[in-house]
């Protein structure tokens, strides 16, 4: 049964770091896209961050870019989101998704997604 979980979340200042980690197991992740999404209260599920399964091509939302980076360590089967000077408004949980092994869309649509962990929570104060 494949399985992602998420860790790191926590509640934090403006302006702080946090690393979140997302660990896949049941099968290898190698060949498979993973990403970031965040859902804050009241607002639809959005996209964060994406990696492609090489490693070598990553995207990001507007919002978050020049501070979040994404990264991989396919031997351990982990994909990591670094995210420093952090504002009120990533407040949010963080789901971990993952990709078929063979895919093909847009990276931050949602639905070429098919494996999903159940959440960090981001808190981050004023």
């Known amino acids: 049964q494949v399985q992602l979980v998420e860790s790191g979340g926590g509640l934090v200042q403006a302006g702080d770091s946090l690393r979140l980690s997302c660990a896949a197991s049941?099968?290898?992740?190698?060949?498979?896209?993973m990403g970031w999404f965040r859902q804050a209260p009241g607002k639809e599920r959005e996209f964060v961050a994406a990696?492609?399964?090489?490693?070598?091509?990553?995207y990001y939302a507007d919002s978050v870019k020049g501070r979040f980076t994404i990264s991989r360590d396919n031997a351990k089967n982990t994909v990591y989101l670094q995210m420093v000077s952090l504002k009120p408004e990533d407040t949010a949980v963080y789901y971990c998704?993952?990709?078929?092994?063979?895919?093909?869309?847009?990276?931050?649509?949602?639905?070429?997604?098919?494996?999903w962990g159940q959440g960090t929570q981001v808190t981050v104060s004023s």
């Open positions: 998704a993952a990709t078929a092994p063979v895919y093909s869309g847009t990276y931050y649509d949602a639905r070429l997604y098919v494996y």
């Open positions: 049941g099968r290898t992740f190698s060949t498979n896209a």
């Open positions: 990696i492609w399964w090489g490693g070598r091509s990553t």
